[in-house]
């Protein structure tokens, strides 16, 4: 009797360690995606607090060009707004989406992208209050980004390119990323080629999609993968 109350206690506890450690992969996941996040957000912070101190300096670099020019100092002029340029090339955002925790995240990911020599159209507006969280919202956008930025990397650079739109339809929050592929067209079921371990970024957009009752859609042809996805931001 003992062995087989030990056998039932052996399985349960088997039965039990498959969700449980299910949790604690998603748990490390999460922790691991919000200091990104984090990360992104105080990197875009940053760049609005330079840009408002630009801003508040604009009256001074306006007097400085002027006693320039009253000394017909052309040189002096050139030098200095050589200057301004770098200093607004360097708090300058790509996207401005109207939500700061959706530009740290798209910010960071165009910046990569245009990094790996992969050109990005993007046209995005988000609102600042939404249904979806602030971290499901930037789960969803980093790791499409990362697909996209994945797959571009197999085509020659100058046939690199992404193309994002994000915006309101009615109630729901649309999104819509298309990258070119080097594959041909696939049916069934979506696969990442990162290898064992690295396809959670897939499950977690599915994942945050079913939970908020939206709808997604992948679809390959054409030599373009294109991601969709409508997310209700009405009342429960």
């Known amino acids: 009797m003992r062995s087989l109350t030990g056998l039932l206690s052996s399985r349960c506890r ?16 999460s922790a691991y995606q919000r200091e990104l996040v984090e990360i992104h957000y105080a990197e875009v912070e940053n760049m609005y607090r330079q840009m408002r101190g ?12 002027k006693a320039h ?5 052309l040189e002096a002029i050139q ?34 992208a245009r990094s790996k020599g992969i050109r990005v159209q993007a046209d995005a507006q988000v609102p600042v209050e939404m ?6 919202l930037c789960v ?21 390119l992404i193309r994002l ?11 819509s990323i298309t990258n070119f592929t080097a594959g041909k067209k696939q049916i069934g079921r979506f696969r990442t080629t990162k290898g064992e371990g690295h396809g959670f970024g897939l499950l977690r957009i599915d994942a945050i999609v079913e939970r908020m009752g ?6 390959s042809e054409d030599g373009a993968f294109t991601t969709e996805i409508l997310i209700p931001q009405g009342a429960d």
């Open 69 to 73: 020019a009253a000394r017909g100092d």
């Open 140 to 160: 969803v956008l980093g790791n499409l980004f990362d697909n996209a930025i994945e797959a571009s990397l197999l085509l020659p650079e100058g046939e690199r």
């Open 54 to 65: 630009w801003r508040h300096d604009y009256r001074s670099h306006i007097q400085v060009l």
């Open 14 to 29: 088997e039965v039990e360690g498959v969700p449980l450690f299910a949790r604690l992969i998603d748990k490390r996941i």
């Open 79 to 112: 030098a200095y707004l050589d200057e301004l340029e770098k200093g607004l090339s360097a708090v300058e955002t790509v996207v401005k989406t109207g939500n700061a925790m959706a530009d740290a995240i798209l910010n960071s990911k165009i910046s990569l």
């Open 131 to 136: 249904r979806i969280s602030p971290l499901d």
């Open 165 to 175: 739109y994000v915006d309101m339809k009615g109630t729901q929050l649309y999104i």
């Open 214 to 219: 939206g709808y997604l859609s992948r679809n």
